[in-house]
């Protein structure tokens, strides 16, 4: 499994952008695909997670809301759309995959299995 994640950059306050993660070599029956980022000196947070079993979705409280969570099948792509950005959400942002159905589960408690690497979010004026 390979993920690829992009989308990252530069925006201002308020502004949005929309990451994507494609993941090749996925034929998997039951998986969660998750957004994580980490903040300098700050340890890693799972942001919003989908599971393929029924498209349940997790969020964490700080970003409900303004990110919304979603994937392409056809394209085995899953997106993070981000508005209403603020500087608390400058981090360094990554896509992981886990072997398993739980979305809430595996963005609380981490456990992914592949990750890719990660793609920078600066939110700044």
């Known amino acids: 499994v390979q993920l690829q994640a992009s989308g990252g950059g530069l925006v201002q306050p308020g502004g949005s952008l929309r990451l994507s993660c494609t993941i090749s070599?996925?034929?998997?029956?039951?998986?969660?695909i998750g957004w994580f980022r980490q903040a300098p000196g700050k340890e890693r947070e799972g942001v919003s997670c989908?599971?393929?079993?029924?498209?349940?979705?997790y969020y964490v409280d700080s970003v409900k809301g303004r990110f919304t969570i979603s994937r392409d099948s056809a394209k085995n792509t899953v997106s993070l759309q981000m508005n209403s950005l603020s500087p608390e959400d400058t981090a360094v942002y990554y896509c992981?995959?886990?072997?398993?159905?739980?979305?809430?589960?595996?963005?609380?408690?981490?456990?992914?299995?592949?990750w890719g690497k990660g793609t920078q979010v600066t939110v700044s004026s």
């Open positions: 992981a995959v886990a072997t398993g159905s739980g979305s809430t589960y595996y963005c609380r408690n981490g456990g992914m299995d592949y």
């Open positions: 989908i599971s393929s079993s029924d498209s349940s979705t």
């Open positions: 070599r996925f034929p998997l029956d039951y998986w969660t």
